[in-house]
């Protein structure tokens, strides 16, 4: 059986301005994996409405012109999950994401266990554990994947959709965390006791920052923690090295997905074969290319795909 690369969670739409485009930070995962030809796969649950058999259709139409692409979709009694998406003036979104939704029902099958058990990465967050259901079966899907398995722990927090234990458990269950300077002050203060700083954690103290991010590195046993400071930079630590890449300055038409596909084409990179320097200046290159874009699923250019991106 082939090997995957797996997101986790929530599939939906995201409605914004100029309309309904198909989303859900898993799901992005999965597409921009499979953008770089290996087998992504997104799972999920929709409803049995309109909108659900619409996600089957644009995934199955993604998958017509890209057969990497997969997906696996539980139909659930509770309807497709929708997120309204408003954008500041500099093109960063908020989310008013609605509850009780199929995403939040994610049932636990057989075939999901089948696909863990070849993983070769898996990408998941905190929003789709939300609820007891889905939080269940994302950890027993965790549990069933290979001991190599690259477990990525996209954080993703989204209003009130967390807590310290869920955090906890999830890093307790990844080998990789990515957030960014907005959460790492969260999780400092919820895990490990920092005092808060309201704002970026590296413009107040870069120092602090990176003992923060080693700490959450050697109390959960971490490879490596990938952190993201907008359009300052961003950085990926190891317990002993340190990479950074500012970011490129690029007409910014929504940030929606950037950070998804950041994920993905990094993951891609190294299960490719590429180094830590290597897999960070392409997902760097990546994500300002898809801020451009509106949606988080746009294809990218052919040089941007190319192995030899330096």
């Known amino acids: 059986?082939?090997?995957?690369?797996?997101?986790?969670?929530?599939?939906?739409?995201?409605?914004?301005?100029?309309?309904?485009?198909?989303?859900?930070?898993?799901?992005?995962?999965?597409?921009?994996?499979?953008?770089?030809?290996?087998?992504?796969?997104?799972?999920?649950?929709?409803?049995?409405?309109?909108?659900?058999?619409?996600?089957?259709?644009?995934?199955?139409?993604?998958?017509?012109?890209?057969?990497?692409?997969?997906?696996?979709?539980?139909?659930?009694?509770?309807?497709?999950?929708?997120?309204?998406?408003?954008?500041?003036?500099?093109?960063?979104?908020?989310?008013?994401?609605?509850?009780?939704?199929?995403?939040?029902?994610?049932?636990?099958?057989d075939e999901m266990l089948d696909i863990a058990r070849h993983a070769q990465a898996v990408c998941f967050g905190s929003l789709a554990q939300r609820s007891p259901k889905s939080r269940e079966t994302i950890q027993a899907f965790l549990d069933a994947t290979p001991d190599d398995t690259l477990r990525v722990f996209d954080i993703n927090l989204r209003q009130q959709w967390y807590t310290a234990d869920v955090i906890a458990e999830s890093l307790n269950r990844a080998n990789i965390l990515k957030i960014n300077d907005e959460e790492l002050d969260v999780v400092a203060t919820m895990l490990l006791g920092e005092p808060s700083v309201p704002g970026s954690l590296i413009a107040e103290d870069a120092e602090k920052t990176r003992r923060v991010c080693r700490e959450l590195i050697a109390r959960y046993a971490l490879d490596m923690v990938i952190l993201t400071c907008g359009a300052i930079g961003s950085y990926v630590f190891t317990e002993t090295r340190e990479s950074y890449v500012a970011t490129p300055k690029v007409q910014v038409a929504d940030t929606v997905g950037a950070g998804d596909s950041f994920t993905a084409t990094f993951v891609a990179q190294l299960l490719q074969g590429k180094t830590i320097p290597e897999a960070h200046r392409k997902a760097v290159a990546v994500s300002a290319f898809v801020c451009t874009q509106h949606g988080a699923m746009p294809i990218l250019p052919e040089e941007l795909k190319k192995s030899n991106q330096r």
């Open 1 to 109: 059986m082939k090997k995957y690369v797996i997101g986790i969670g929530e599939a939906l739409f995201d409605c914004l301005p100029e309309g309904r485009k198909l989303g859900g930070a898993p799901a992005n995962f999965a597409y921009h994996v499979s953008q770089f030809g290996l087998n992504g796969c997104a799972v999920s649950a929709i409803g049995e409405d309109e909108l659900g058999q619409e996600i089957v259709d644009k995934f199955t139409a993604i998958h017509n012109s890209l057969s990497t692409f997969d997906f696996r979709l539980s139909t659930v009694e509770q309807p497709t999950g929708t997120v309204k998406v408003t954008l500041d003036d500099k093109g960063v979104p908020q989310y008013e994401i609605c509850l009780g939704v199929a995403w939040d029902n994610i049932p636990l099958t």
